[in-house]
């Protein structure tokens, strides 16, 4: 077991936990947080990310990847040896499942509260705004490697060479990323850009005892699964091709 584990695990565990948190807050009824709207959104996904890295750097992950598509780019880009990147992946998937959880206890009073089952999903995984498989696809796709070539330009040797080293403020800057993904392309899918994200809390809504919950929206679970692996190996692929 590579000491990132534990890292990962609960670096991915706060990431949800305070990303899907920001997100229950404001869909669900009698919140205080209630129709805050995209904007608190976009803002709690960013220092849920920010958080997340630095708990997974404090337990023994230093590239703190908390996302499975960082994961298989550092493996194309061989950073991980294929033992390490899939205990990467499923130490990740279980931290998404223990956030999730999480989430559902804190707003435990809210579920019954809030009638509409749709809301209640989008608090564990994404969904589209309009429903297109090709379309839905590609934008995960887009937005998954605009995250990975551009934490990659981040934390590149280039980068540090110019003056423009990230030691010490990483976390931040790839939070400011996030931020920016969500409000530029987070609008047709919700931006998942991270297939543990999605698929740990869709698992957690399919066995808990959520009150009033519908279907776990099974049909479309795997494209924020498969177009965040797409998008982040396509980002290795053009950054090893470019010098990054």
């Not at 990323?177 to 969500?182: D, E, M, P, T, Y």
Request: neutral net charge; aromatic residues 8%; hydrophobic residues 50%.
């Amino acid at each position: 077991m590579p000491e990132s584990f534990l890292g990962e695990l609960f670096g991915t565990m706060i990431l949800v936990l305070l990303g899907n948190g920001v997100v229950a807050g404001v869909l669900l009824n009698k919140s205080k947080a209630e129709n805050a709207g995209w904007i608190v959104i976009t803002t709690g996904w960013a220092f849920a990310v920010m958080s997340g890295v630095f708990v997974a750097q404090s337990l023994g992950s230093p590239g703190a990847d908390i996302n499975p598509a960082v994961t298989l780019t550092q493996m194309v880009r061989g950073g991980y040896d294929p033992v390490t990147g899939i205990l990467h992946m499923v130490a990740q998937m279980i931290g998404a499942i223990i956030g999730a959880t999480l989430v559902w206890l804190h707003y435990l009073p809210h579920w019954a509260e809030t009638p509409d089952a749709g809301a209640k999903l989008a608090c564990f995984s994404t969904g589209p705004a309009i429903r297109n498989t090709g379309t839905n696809l590609i934008s995960e796709i887009i937005g998954t490697f605009v995250l990975v070539f551009v934490i990659l330009s981040i934390f590149g040797p280039a980068t540090a060479a110019a003056g423009g080293s990230a030691v010490g403020i990483g976390p931040f800057l790839v939070a400011a990323l996030v931020w920016g993904i969500g409000l530029s392309l987070g609008g047709p899918t919700g931006y998942a850009i991270n297939p543990a994200r999605d698929l740990g809390p869709r698992i957690a809504h399919l066995i808990l005892p959520i009150a009033g919950k519908g279907g776990s929206d099974w049909s479309y679970s795997w494209i924020p699964v498969v177009g965040p692996f797409i998008g982040g190996v396509i980002a290795a692929i053009v950054a090893i091709a470019v010098g990054i």
